[in-house]
Structures are given as C-alpha cells and as structure tokens.
C-alpha cells in the first residue's frame, strides 16, 4: 500500500511560536539532527528587523521547521486525495 510502518513515522514533539505543537516524524528528526540542519540556528531570518522590532526573534532553522511541518501536511493531504 506504499504507507510506512508507524515506528518510522512516529517522531517527537515540537512548540513552534506560529503553528503550535508540532509532531515531526522520526526522518524528519534525522534531517534536524545534521550539523548543517543545526547550523541554521545561528542565521537569523528576520535580518536587521530585530533592531526596530526588539521582539522579532526568529531564526532559519525555526522557519525551517515550520516549513517542515507544512510540507509534510501537504503532502498528506495530496495522500489522502488520492
């Protein structure tokens, strides 16, 4: 049926400031756990915008978890339409 066993698939928990809680399957925690993955946690996303907005804090490897999480949606909504 091409669907992979649940212990693949079952990940861990994540807060995210956007989108809430967040569960990332267990490839995706392979993925984040890469030294160039974490890197992303020095580079900020928002630029200079953190010197107007003291409070914009956000940096690419957040977004990249978002971006994440809403691509694995996609693609399970596409799964379901099929």
Request: glycine fraction near 8%.
């Amino acid at each position: 049926n091409g669907k992979r066993p649940l212990e693949e698939i079952r990940g861990k928990i994540v807060s995210d400031s956007v989108h809430g809680s967040l569960e990332l399957s267990a490839c995706l925690w392979e993925i984040i756990d890469t030294p160039q993955f974490q890197r992303l946690r020095k580079l900020k996303q928002l630029g200079a915008t953190q010197f107007v907005y003291p409070g914009a804090q956000h940096t690419r490897f957040e977004h990249s978890i978002g971006v994440a999480h809403l691509a694995t949606e996609l693609v399970k909504r596409f799964r379901d339409r099929q």
